[in-house]
Nanobody
Framework: QVQLVESGGGLVQAGGSLRLSCAAS????????LGWFRQTPGKEREFVAA????????YYADSVKGRFTISRDNAKNTVYLQMNSLKPEDTAVYYC?????????????????WGQGTQVTVSS
């Protein structure tokens, strides 16, 4: 199986920045999409951003466009989420996920592999 390990979460004031990392192992990722999702208690898991490994194309939720950037390091099999201009509404557990079929990139159920999540808390 694919193993995904997130890191980089923490507590930050509104307007600040964090960079999340997701280190992947166990498979080659040339045909995969890697995504970031987030979830707050009482709400459904929400798409944040995705990257297609083969061509480095990126996709974002409207709520984070212009503030968040997803990128990859092919040599390290690592995907990053740079989060700038953070808002209290961004507070959530952030999950890294992977899918091999390049399906609907915004749908959580399409992703086969998930990390354990990392907490991001943004104070006002």
């Amino acid at each position: 199986q694919v193993q995904l390990v997130e890191s980089g979460g923490g507590l930050v004031q509104a307007g600040g920045s964090l960079r999340l990392s997701c280190a992947a192992s166990g498979r080659a990722f040339s045909s995969y999409a890697l995504g970031w999702f987030r979830q707050t208690p009482g709400k459904e898991r929400e798409f944040v951003a995705a990257i297609v490994w083969s061509d480095d194309s990126t996709y974002y939720a409207d709520s984070v466009k212009g503030r968040f950037t997803i990128s990859r390091d092919n040599a390290k099999n690592t995907v990053y989420l740079q989060m700038n201009s953070l808002k209290p509404e961004d507070t959530a557990v952030y999950y890294c996920a992977a899918q091999p079929r390049l399906g609907a990139l915004r749908a959580p159920n399409v992703y086969d592999y998930w990390g354990q999540g990392t907490q991001v808390t943004v104070s006002s």
